[in-house]
């Protein structure tokens, strides 16, 4: 401690003089210390907004978001139709690529039947030089149908070469219904999760495929831009994009109902399948290539293109596309969460604490799944999620640092005031471990079993001084009655003296009682003689005595000496402070565990602020006004008796009334 008189408000506890040297002083950091709570937030903050904000846990963002899109699926769409080239098609009609005249007859019979639109996911980006009638049928058909949508690719020349647009024949581009970018983009695990409304070379210039799709059906919803993505200035040669979203997936491949391409033209479906139908045409067969790894389907079973797209354009449809939150924001939502285990760890026990946390960690996995589901936006949670799950370790790391860093610090105390390792090292040297906690519990545990001796020498010191000052005190109030001198100034002092120590001595006896020798006995009994003992005293008040105690025996296991003293004492105070021709009741009331015994008298009574504190030791009542009287040792032994019974005392008061009960436990 400080050696000045006064010490200042920056003065540092380790320090042996003042003022401190910041330069060597062991504790210089004491004003930015921080409270384990404090610290424990702050390891938690900036693990979660570093980990979010350097997306180090990228990858366990991704499963988790695929986890979610297989587990909650949606119903597959009635009026959405995938027209698939298959094996069964590529069996029947031969190997692919088909004559154009194929295309257009299958656009023709789609039309005939009434679909509402048809995304026709194949590329005719060159003639056919061997049958350009085929090429003109094809392009009679689609002029014909009015309806029909076809891809625009982003592809380049050459590995690393110049990204090139390029869409379909000059004269099927003028009577497509409109074109529409086909592609899906993959994230660097290889799954296709997102894709760009807006794309293009140079400038976005190009919608989505089934963009394109929705607005010649006219099923586009609000808020989806229909014009090009204005920017400031072009980018030449570069691909450029605008608005990424990630898809909310109906099912797994197949979930989407599909019709084999050789079966539409043969005509093998039900009449007024595809009346008022969006139709995609595109291939499904796994030799074509056109497929897609997707968080639903993986890369052992993946997804084929025209699937991916009509599971953009359901998304797209019901608006339910899912937006990624902003960087910012998402750093600082995971950091909120980081925060939430301190809301429950420093107040609940370390089993609540752990389970608490593992729910929460569950719960947070689960919110971040049903995000896209329910509010169609993502929020990247790896770094709340991380510091979640080292909350309890940490708190944990942090509670043990300060409980080891007290511990130190009260032995080093206990030590300096005891002085008994030093004195005695040799036989009582604390055994060692080579786990420094574990030294520390070796060493309490000695301290404590040393302030035990000390406390045990010490009420047995006391026993023996109460009992030796009692004796001659006792002698000398003798001899002072035998001599028929009461009215000797002296007789008070040493009367008060005697009781005085006869309190004591009780006193300490409560405290040293063992339980385990106490015996089988009758309560109503102890009760009995307490009141029998009282009699002569009250009678001299003038105060009448009631008893309300059963008949039979009321067994417990205890002493007989220190229960009859303990409610001989509630009868001498109740007597004491009750007027003249009153009542004092003694009553005992058994539940099927427990015996209540109540002192009811009809006293001045006890005010609130008092009765909080009347067990205590050397606590005295002013009564009426009057200075207290006695040592304030007698309601203390009657708590002490309780306890060492296994019971409690407690009082109630109000005017001309109080009551004191002892609640005792039954032998079982």
């Known amino acids: 401690m400080c050696r000045a008189r006064r010490i200042p408000r920056f003065c540092?506890?380790?320090?042996?003089?003042?003022?401190?040297?910041?330069?060597?002083?062991?504790?210089?950091?004491?004003?930015?210390?921080?409270?384990?709570?404090?610290?424990?937030?702050?390891?938690?903050?900036?693990?979660?907004?570093?980990?979010?904000?350097?997306?180090?846990?990228?990858?366990?963002?991704?499963?988790?978001?695929?986890?979610?899109?297989?587990?909650?699926?949606?119903?597959?769409?009635?009026?959405l139709?995938?027209?698939?080239?298959?094996?069964?098609?590529?069996?029947?009609?031969?190997?692919?690529?088909?004559p154009r005249q194929t295309h257009a007859d299958l656009v023709t019979r789609l039309k005939d039947e009434g679909a509402r639109v048809i995304g026709l996911d194949l590329v005719f980006a060159e003639p056919d030089t061997g049958n350009p009638a085929s090429d003109d049928a094809l392009i009679n058909a689609v002029a014909y149908a009015?309806?029909?949508?076809?891809?625009?690719?982003?592809?380049?020349?050459?590995?690393?070469?110049?990204?090139?647009?390029?869409?379909?024949?000059?004269?099927?581009?003028?009577?497509?219904?409109g074109l529409g970018r086909a592609h899906g983009e993959l994230d660097a695990d290889g799954i296709a999760r997102s894709v760009f409304l807006w794309e293009g070379i140079g400038t976005p210039g190009w919608p989505h495929f089934a963009q394109a799709v929705l607005a010649v059906a006219d099923a586009l919803p609000p808020g989806y831009a229909t014009t090009p993505h204005a920017m400031a200035e072009s980018q030449p040669y570069m691909l450029v994009r605008h608005d990424e979203r990630k898809?909310?997936?109906?099912?797994?491949?197949?979930?989407?109902?599909?019709?084999?391409?050789?079966?539409?033209?043969?005509?093998?479906?039900?009449?007024?399948?595809?009346?008022?139908?969006?139709?995609?045409?595109?291939?499904?067969?796994?030799?074509?290539?056109?497929?897609?790894?997707?968080?639903?389907?993986?890369?052992?079973?993946?997804?084929?293109?025209?699937?991916?797209?009509?599971?953009?354009l359901e998304s797209m449809r019901k608006n339910t596309l899912i937006k990624d939150l902003p960087l910012w924001l998402t750093t600082l939502l995971c950091g909120l969460l980081a925060l939430l285990p301190m809301l429950w760890l420093p107040m609940v026990s370390p089993l609540i604490g752990l389970v608490s946390s593992g729910l929460l960690f569950i719960v947070l996995i689960f919110a971040t799944m049903a995000l896209p589901l329910s509010f169609h936006i993502w929020?990247?949670?790896?770094?709340?999620?991380?510091?979640?799950?080292?909350?309890?370790?940490?708190?944990?790391?942090?509670?043990l640092e300060s409980a080891g860093r007290f511990l130190d610090r009260e032995l080093l105390r206990l030590r300096q005031e005891l002085k008994w390792m030093e004195r005695r090292k040799d036989k009582n040297r604390t055994p060692a471990s080579d786990d420094p906690f574990q030294n520390r519990i070796l060493q309490v545990q000695a301290v404590t079993e040393r302030l035990k001796q000390i406390?045990?020498?010490?009420?047995?010191?006391?026993?023996?001084?109460?009992?030796?000052?009692?004796?001659?005190?006792?002698?000398?109030?003798?001899?002072?009655?035998?001599?028929?001198?009461?009215?000797?100034?002296?007789?008070?002092?040493?009367?008060?003296?005697?009781?005085?120590?006869?309190?004591?001595?009780?006193?300490?006896?409560?405290?040293?009682?063992?339980?385990?020798?106490?015996?089988?006995?009758?309560?109503?009994?102890?009760?009995?003689?307490?009141?029998?003992?009282?009699?002569?005293?009250?009678?001299?008040?003038?105060?009448?005595?009631?008893?309300?105690?059963?008949?039979?025996?009321?067994?417990?296991?205890g002493h007989f000496g220190l229960l009859h003293r303990a409610v001989l004492n509630l009868l001498l105070n109740a007597v004491k402070f009750s007027p003249v021709d009153s009542v004092v009741k003694l009553s005992l009331?058994?539940?099927?565990?427990?015996?209540?015994?109540?002192?009811?008298?009809?006293?001045?009574?006890?005010?609130p602020e008092e009765q909080d504190k009347l067990f205590q030791r050397f606590t005295r009542t002013d009564s009426q006004g009057k200075a207290p009287e006695g040592s304030g040792l007698g309601l203390y032994f009657v708590r002490t008796v309780a306890e060492k019974h296994g019971g409690r005392v407690s009082v109630s008061s109000e005017a001309a009334r109080t009551v004191f009960r002892i609640h005792l436990p039954l032998m079982k």
């Open 12 to 79: 540092c506890s380790c320090c042996r003089y003042w003022p401190c040297n910041p330069l060597t002083c062991g504790n210089r950091l004491r004003l930015y210390h921080l409270t384990d709570r404090q610290s424990t937030r702050l390891i938690l903050l900036v693990i979660a907004v570093l980990v979010t904000f350097s997306g180090m846990l990228d990858r366990l963002d991704k499963v988790i978001y695929d986890t979610g899109q297989r587990l909650f699926t949606r119903p597959a769409p009635s009026d």
């Open 589 to 607: 009331e058994l539940t099927e565990q427990q015996a209540t015994v109540s002192v009811i008298d009809q006293g001045p009574g006890i005010a």
């Open 81 to 98: 139709i995938i027209v698939g080239i298959d094996e069964q098609s590529l069996f029947s009609m031969g190997r692919w690529p088909w």
């Open 455 to 557: 406390d045990s020498q010490r009420k047995e010191v006391l026993a023996f001084i109460s009992h030796d000052i009692r004796a001659p005190l006792a002698s000398a109030i003798m001899q002072l009655d035998e001599a028929g001198d009461t009215g000797n100034r002296l007789y008070p002092s040493l009367a008060r003296a005697l009781s005085l120590a006869e309190e004591f001595l009780h006193t300490s006896r409560a405290e040293m009682s063992d339980s385990a020798s106490f015996q089988e006995l009758d309560l109503a009994a102890v009760l009995h003689q307490a009141l029998d003992d009282i009699y002569m005293d009250a009678l001299e008040k003038s105060v009448r005595l009631l008893r309300d105690l059963p008949d039979d025996p009321v067994w417990i296991r």
């Open 146 to 177: 009015g309806n029909v949508v076809m891809p625009v690719l982003m592809e380049s020349s050459r590995v690393n070469g110049q990204m090139v647009e390029t869409l379909p024949m000059p004269m099927l581009t003028a009577r497509v219904a």
């Open 247 to 312: 898809i909310n997936f109906l099912g797994p491949p197949g979930y989407v109902s599909t019709v084999s391409y050789v079966q539409v033209l043969a005509g093998e479906f039900p009449a007024g399948l595809f009346k008022d139908k969006i139709v995609l045409v595109g291939a499904t067969a796994a030799g074509m290539g056109d497929l897609l790894p997707t968080p639903v389907s993986g890369l052992r079973q993946p997804m084929a293109g025209v699937e991916f797209h009509a599971n953009v």
């Open 379 to 399: 929020l990247p949670t790896s770094g709340a999620l991380l510091a979640v799950l080292i909350a309890y370790p940490v708190w944990s790391w942090r509670k």
